[in-house]
């Protein structure tokens, strides 16, 4: 194992260990190494836990935040545009906000399509939907000037009619012609996932679900822009990252409140060794077995970087 440009090596992880695991082609090693493994586990673990009742301290004293959304979730309603939301989402698309978040997102398309299609029928759409929202006074106003102007005959703006948009989504959300297909995903060399799916017409945002389970009965839900059909879940983790495969995902559309049917699921799992002569990401000849993964590796996957940015090698 070595860590490409120099010549530092993982903590609790030595040159010697890694040639261990590596030439037995064996996931067990020695007695003896196991117990320094193990040691060196119980160390990292106690490490990790002592970071994050530090930092949780400090966010008691108004440091930082364990949750980390609180402050940007501020920003954005102060900002209070879809460009800020938006930015938000790509920042915490997991977040505690990422739901209110997109129910701003949609709300702001709401009202600017009723302000294009600029009919009365459209703005009182937008009133039944959002009757708290903060433009109900633009949309009352906007219904008298409207009324005025149909009783004198006056033209009426070209806008898209939010009341056929919406038809029109519910009638494929109904036909089930709005749930994503080709939903895909695999495991990277850095253990994260990369999953993929196709555009749905009309869509604001896409829901992510991802699960341990294959009934979803425990899940997590990540939010996705409509500008994106591909996102890289880096909470997977193998190994010493402490996570558990497989993992299933599925993804649905969004828009104006309203979802399609979950896709059909995907999972990601590591993949038989074959006694250690397979790469467990791919399938390939296997070059050696990766303790810091703790998978069998090909000569390709044998390359990661680290979340801190570091390029490793390993095998």
């Given at each position: 194992m070595s860590i490409l440009g120099g010549s530092a090596r993982p903590r609790g992880c030595s040159h010697a260990h890694a040639r261990?695991?590596?030439s037995g082609r064996t996931p067990f090693p020695s007695s003896q190494l196991q117990e320094q493994e193990e040691s060196d586990e119980r160390g990292a673990q106690m490490s990790v836990k002592l970071v994050a009742m530090g930092l949780c301290m400090a966010a008691t004293l108004g440091l930082?935040?364990?949750?980390?959304?609180?402050?940007?979730?501020?920003?954005?309603?102060?900002?209070?545009?879809t460009d800020g939301y938006n930015a938000f989402l790509a920042k915490h698309p997991e977040g505690e906000h990422a739901g209110a978040a997109v129910k701003k997102i949609e709300e702001s398309d709401?009202?600017?399509?009723a302000q294009e299609a600029d009919n009365f029928d459209e703005y009182e759409a937008f009133l039944v939907k959002y009757p708290q929202s903060e433009h109900v006074a633009a949309a009352i106003d906007a219904m008298k000037h409207v009324g005025d102007r149909d009783w004198k005959g006056e033209s009426v703006s070209q806008g898209e009619s939010v009341s056929n948009r919406e038809s029109d989504w519910k009638k494929a959300q109904e036909a089930?012609?709005?749930?994503?297909?080709?939903v895909g995903c695999s495991l990277t060399s850095e253990m994260t996932v990369s999953l993929y799916w196709s555009p749905v017409a009309g869509a604001i945002y896409y829901r992510i679900d991802s699960s341990p389970q294959a009934d979803f009965a425990n899940k997590r839900t990540i939010w996705v822009s409509s500008s994106s059909t591909t996102y890289t879940d880096p909470k997977v983790r193998q190994g010493r990252y402490g996570a558990k495969?497989?993992?299933?995902?599925?993804?649905?559309?969004r828009r104006d409140g309203e979802e399609s049917k979950p896709s059909a699921k995907c999972v990601v799992q590591l993949l038989p060794s074959k006694g250690g002569s397979r790469c467990q990401l791919c399938g390939a000849p296997a070059v050696g077995y990766c303790e810091l993964r703790d998978v069998y590796v090909c000569s390709h996957h044998r390359f990661f970087t680290s979340d801190e940015g570091t390029r490793w090698e390993c095998p």
């Amino acid at each position: 194992m070595s860590i490409l440009g120099g010549s530092a090596r993982p903590r609790g992880c030595s040159h010697a260990h890694a040639r261990t695991r590596v030439s037995g082609r064996t996931p067990f090693p020695s007695s003896q190494l196991q117990e320094q493994e193990e040691s060196d586990e119980r160390g990292a673990q106690m490490s990790v836990k002592l970071v994050a009742m530090g930092l949780c301290m400090a966010a008691t004293l108004g440091l930082t935040g364990c949750n980390g959304d609180g402050s940007d979730w501020k920003k954005a309603q102060e900002t209070n545009t879809t460009d800020g939301y938006n930015a938000f989402l790509a920042k915490h698309p997991e977040g505690e906000h990422a739901g209110a978040a997109v129910k701003k997102i949609e709300e702001s398309d709401f009202w600017k399509k009723a302000q294009e299609a600029d009919n009365f029928d459209e703005y009182e759409a937008f009133l039944v939907k959002y009757p708290q929202s903060e433009h109900v006074a633009a949309a009352i106003d906007a219904m008298k000037h409207v009324g005025d102007r149909d009783w004198k005959g006056e033209s009426v703006s070209q806008g898209e009619s939010v009341s056929n948009r919406e038809s029109d989504w519910k009638k494929a959300q109904e036909a089930d012609k709005l749930t994503p297909e080709g939903v895909g995903c695999s495991l990277t060399s850095e253990m994260t996932v990369s999953l993929y799916w196709s555009p749905v017409a009309g869509a604001i945002y896409y829901r992510i679900d991802s699960s341990p389970q294959a009934d979803f009965a425990n899940k997590r839900t990540i939010w996705v822009s409509s500008s994106s059909t591909t996102y890289t879940d880096p909470k997977v983790r193998q190994g010493r990252y402490g996570a558990k495969l497989p993992v299933y995902y599925r993804v649905a559309a969004r828009r104006d409140g309203e979802e399609s049917k979950p896709s059909a699921k995907c999972v990601v799992q590591l993949l038989p060794s074959k006694g250690g002569s397979r790469c467990q990401l791919c399938g390939a000849p296997a070059v050696g077995y990766c303790e810091l993964r703790d998978v069998y590796v090909c000569s390709h996957h044998r390359f990661f970087t680290s979340d801190e940015g570091t390029r490793w090698e390993c095998p």
